[in-house]
DNA sequence: TCACATTAGGGACAAATGTCCTATGGGGGT
DNA sequence: ACCCCCATAGGACATTTGTCCCTAATGTGA
């Protein structure tokens, strides 16, 4: 739901403050609905979230919006695309105010080549993120969208986050009229 | 849907025919059914593709059943689990002959601390995976059923992949009833 | 070759979901 | 204060999907 890596965090704002990278490594501010990536766009450059919370998504042709997960603290975003040499895969938009971290291009290629803390610690990054996305996946094809929607809503209380129905609906691959109908159904249960 | 990963297999075959490491990387043998890792278990060591399919599935608990994907040469299992510290997210089982290099949770270990080289092909496959599994989840929950089971015909049919309808169903995300509908209305359609 | 298990195919009905449309209630701007 | 936009909520109907069956075909071991 909404991610954030802590100890990944730690790194980058470490690296950030050193005599080093300081002047390379700036902060960039992102107001509510400012898009940080966009979709079809080539990569220039990578982005770690210092605070704030955005929403990470996907367009299709058909013009369906798909949100695989809502970024926070200490998690990156570009990265992948570069590494695969593709163009950006989804849209990362502002939901708060955000503030993140800009790591030049040559920066993070510089790092990937020769920096093997960072190597191990963005390998942690992308294979909790593997697992996470698997297990969404799975989830949500093979349950209710019921029983989805109140885990989400669990989390949403444990996380204290506030998002539109729209986004709720896209996050579980919904329409809001399927979401309402079983938001209807859950309160009525109880 | 089949993956493959030449370069990322190169790596290992390379590695595991070196003097350091021929003794402690071999290659084993599964036949059709087998089980290479079960869902739950500890993970107790890394496993690489030679040669062969196998289909990676997660069961959830209602009995029912999701391939993210079928996993082939080059593809690596067990490195999430025992990176992020958790337990076996899927179980991966033999649909061919495959062989495949067993590497030991140490010298995995060991690479990562000390060869860049092999963060570096790693981190590349991670962030395939990462893209792939989002663009999956993605495509299936916007598009029809119908939709998503012609891409999938395609790709079967470029990859000669014969695989049954049950796992075509999971594959989908959807109960063999209806993948049979679906393909009785392709099948009229043209 | 026969018996049995496994896989494939589909009918009938119930349940879930999408589509289209309408209505209501703030909040922000002028 | 007024208007407009946008998010929310839900009715009515069509379509899709799941569930529970039962048969037919295919393959495998004794």
Redesign the pocket.
């Known amino acids: 739901m909404l991610r954030i890596n802590i100890s990944f965090f730690s790194y980058i704002e470490t690296l950030a403050n050193t005599d080093v990278f300081s002047d390379k490594i700036l902060l960039q501010k992102y107001k509510p609905k400012e898009y940080l990536l966009h979709q079809g766009d080539p990569v220039t450059k990578v982005i770690v979230i210092n605070e704030g919370i955005t929403k990470c998504f996907i367009t299709e042709e058909n013009g369906k919006e798909y949100i695989p997960e809502f970024l926070s603290t200490g998690e990156i975003m570009g990265e992948i695309e570069i590494m695969g040499k593709k163009n950006c895969l989804a849209s990362v938009e502002a939901i708060s105010e955000v503030t993140a971290y800009i790591i030049p291009l040559s920066v993070f290629e510089h790092l990937l080549k020769t920096d093997i803390t960072f190597n191990n610690a963005l390998l942690e990054v992308e294979a909790l993120r593997v697992y996470h996305t698997s297990q969404k996946a799975s989830f949500q094809q093979l349950y209710?969208?019921e029983h989805a929607l109140e885990k989400l809503l669990e989390l949403q209380e444990k996380q204290q986050l506030k998002i539109?129905?729209?986004d709720m609906a896209s996050y579980l691959g919904?329409?809001?009229?399927?979401l309402?109908?079983?938001?209807?159904k859950i309160s009525g249960e109880e």
């Open positions: 209710t969208v539109s129905k729209e919904i329409t809001t009229r399927t309402n109908r079983a938001l209807k």
